[in-house]
């Protein structure tokens, strides 16, 4: 169809037209087309924008295309000859604050940059060839800007060869098979091939170098750096609605925290909803904490303690009247990576219906006044803590998300150093504890496998009669 086309000049118009028409002049002089049945469509013919319009999923005459095959079919998806932008001259609005509805609607769709080529057949009869109706598509390839070679039918393999049943008189039926005829790669070739490849991501990992930086802030010998990106997520199981959380962070001895870095926070008041037999609050409210650790005694009775999160949950009504709705606490975690802990709350009571009225009417019930008392209060200091005769009730629980980070220079020892670490509680101080603990169980173990190979090794005759010795000495 094309070769009858291009041949007369009143048909071409672009510069591609043009061109044709000067390729088909050539091949007439040197002995016409040696086969008239197979031929190409390439990106840039008018073929390609028709048959993308004009693509159906089904083969139904009573489809309807979706909006979207709509709104993909009128998308040129073609390499575009665009002009780099330069650095200096950005988009005056790089972010659109308010979208109509034509704009979501224009943009909505997926615009890749592909180059198209449909292999053809005419499978007219003979005498009838180059009419546009005897036209098929026998194979479409599509290379994309990712570099991706997309081949439709793909290639026939260990598969029966593709049918194509023409209506007409005859009811003519085609076969053809799809083969990948590119010639295989010699060793020397890939090796180059594999060269090139590695000097590019070596060049890209200089160049993601470069924009991320070496300006980090390392921290010193024997510090530990502690991140926790924290958010309350939800509490439930409590008494009365519209619940707020208070919390605060305690450092023991040996953290410290920037001069900056807020350790309490409180939630927004929230509503609570029925969620199965629970009334459940949802606070999704972040937080984040940065703290330091400093080995300042290296002795071996020295075990480091771990920060602590102190919270309370307290309920606000109508008249803003607050009442304490349960204590909790919550051992920061060891490990690094992401913990989802559900904490059990309590709240102190008295005895008696007078509690319970005030509670209920004016607000207000039995606080703590120091809230490290939920744990050990830091100002106590003997041997033991006795909470006899101090009554408590259940009540709900919270539940956190923490994403915690650590930072230190023991992480960059060697692999078989950070195999013998098991937790950094160990680099801590701890491991030479459980070291010593570690040494007097393998001394145990040791021996009794003496023992025991010392016993395989006696006769059999001296241990059965030292057995029956001992039992006649046991006789009254």
């Avoid at 590119?182 to 890939?190: G, R, W, Y």
Wanted: charged share 25%; aromatic share 12%; glycine share 6%.
């Amino acid at each position: 169809f094309e070769v009858d086309l291009y041949q007369n000049e009143s048909a071409c118009q672009t510069p591609l037209d043009w061109q044709y028409h000067e390729e088909i002049l050539k091949q007439e002089k040197a002995g016409g087309r040696k086969n008239y049945r197979i031929f190409t469509y390439t990106d840039h013919d008018r073929f390609t924008n028709l048959e993308e319009h004009c693509q159906k999923v089904t083969d139904s005459v009573h489809e309807v295309p979706s909006y979207l095959a709509e709104r993909m079919a009128t998308v040129r998806r073609r390499r575009q000859d665009r002009r780099p932008i330069e650095g200096s001259s950005l988009k005056s609005k790089v972010i659109t604050w308010e979208p109509s509805e034509e704009f979501i609607k224009n943009n909505h769709v997926i615009n890749t940059p592909i180059q198209t080529m449909y292999i053809m057949g005419d499978l007219g009869p003979y005498g009838k060839l180059g009419h546009r109706e005897y036209e098929h598509v026998l194979c479409t390839i599509k290379v994309d800007s990712n570099g991706v070679i997309t081949v439709k039918p793909d290639f026939t393999g260990t598969k029966g060869a593709y049918r194509i049943e023409l209506d007409g008189e005859k009811r003519e039926l085609w076969k053809y098979t799809i083969e990948n005829a590119s010639v295989q790669v010699q060793q020397e070739e890939e090796e180059r091939e594999q060269r090139v490849f590695r000097d590019l991501y070596s060049r890209h990992k200089e160049y993601l170098r470069g924009l991320v930086g070496s300006e980090f802030e390392m921290t010193l010998p024997g510090t530990l750096r502690l991140f926790v990106n924290g958010e309350v997520v939800s509490a439930q199981g409590y008494e009365y609605d519209n619940l707020y959380v208070h919390f605060f962070l305690e450092l023991p001895k040996g953290w410290s925290s920037p001069a900056f870095q807020q350790l309490s926070g409180v939630t927004q008041t929230c509503a609570t909803k029925t969620v199965g037999w629970d009334n459940v609050a949802y606070f999704c409210y972040p937080f984040t904490l940065e703290v330091f650790f400093t080995q300042e005694d290296e002795s071996e009775d020295s075990l480091p303690q771990w920060p602590v999160l102190y919270f309370e949950v307290l309920s606000l009504d109508f008249w803003q009247r607050y009442r304490v709705e349960g204590y909790g606490s919550l051992v920061l975690p060891t490990s690094p990576g992401l913990h989802m802990l559900t904490i059990p709350t309590w709240r102190p009571v008295e005895l008696g219906t007078v509690s319970e009225l005030r509670r209920f009417f004016i607000g207000g019930s039995p606080e703590l006044e120091d809230l490290t008392y939920v744990r050990i209060p830091t100002t106590f200091k003997g041997e033991r803590l006795s909470r006899f005769g101090f009554r408590t009730k259940t009540t709900g629980s919270v539940t956190f998300r923490l994403h915690c980070l650590q930072q230190s220079r023991a992480f960059l020892e060697t692999s078989a150093l950070r195999q013998r670490m098991q937790s950094v509680l160990d680099w801590l101080g701890g491991f030479s504890q459980q070291s010593s603990v570690y040494s007097v169980l393998e001394a145990f173990q040791r021996a009794r496998r003496r023992m025991q190979e010392a016993r395989e090794s006696l006769p059999q005759d001296l241990i059965s009669t030292s057995a029956s010795t001992v039992h006649q000495a046991q006789e009254p």
